[in-house]
């Protein structure tokens, strides 16, 4: 069976190890206005950045939970086949929907800065639904 669009099998365990790390650090970074030190830069030239002290643990934190997310949820199985390609296509579809119902209530629910962080949950948790879901139904068997 041809499973082009999957990752490398061996991707999975990296995925899992870095995923509650990067998961940790930005809810520190989003809840408690965690930053690493060694993460600040200066903008001198005002292309990318205003000329102002910038931190980038915010955008490791989210680029490296999406890589996690993504190493951990599309890597390969060690087998396979018909019945986990279909689990994964079921998964995706409900992790859509789910976001979907959850993006109209919060569009309905919430304004101002709480409207931005739910937005921010809701970038994360389609993959942490497919995620959750695609284990759960493997391990049923």
């Not at 995923?19 to 005002?46: K, M, Q, R, V």
């Not at 934190?61 to 951990?72: D, E, H, R, V």
Request: charged share 15%; with cysteine; proline share 3%.
């Amino acid at each position: 069976m041809k499973t082009s669009f999957l990752l490398p099998h061996q991707l999975l365990k990296p995925g899992l190890i870095l995923l509650p790390i990067f998961l940790a650090l930005g809810l520190a970074c989003l809840h408690f206005d965690f930053e690493l030190a060694f993460l600040s830069i200066n903008g001198s030239d005002g292309f990318i950045f205003d000329g102002n002290k910038q931190n980038l643990t915010n955008e490791i934190a989210g680029i490296g939970l999406i890589i996690s997310l993504a190493f951990a949820g599309f890597s390969k199985l060690k087998h396979e086949d018909e019945r986990s390609l279909l689990i994964r296509l079921e998964s995706l579809l409900f992790a859509f929907y789910f976001n979907a119902c959850l993006i109209v209530v919060g569009t309905l629910a919430f304004y101002g800065f709480g409207f931005i962080y739910a937005l921010t949950y809701l970038i994360y948790l389609p993959f942490l639904v497919y995620l959750l879901r695609f284990w759960i139904l493997i391990r049923r068997g």
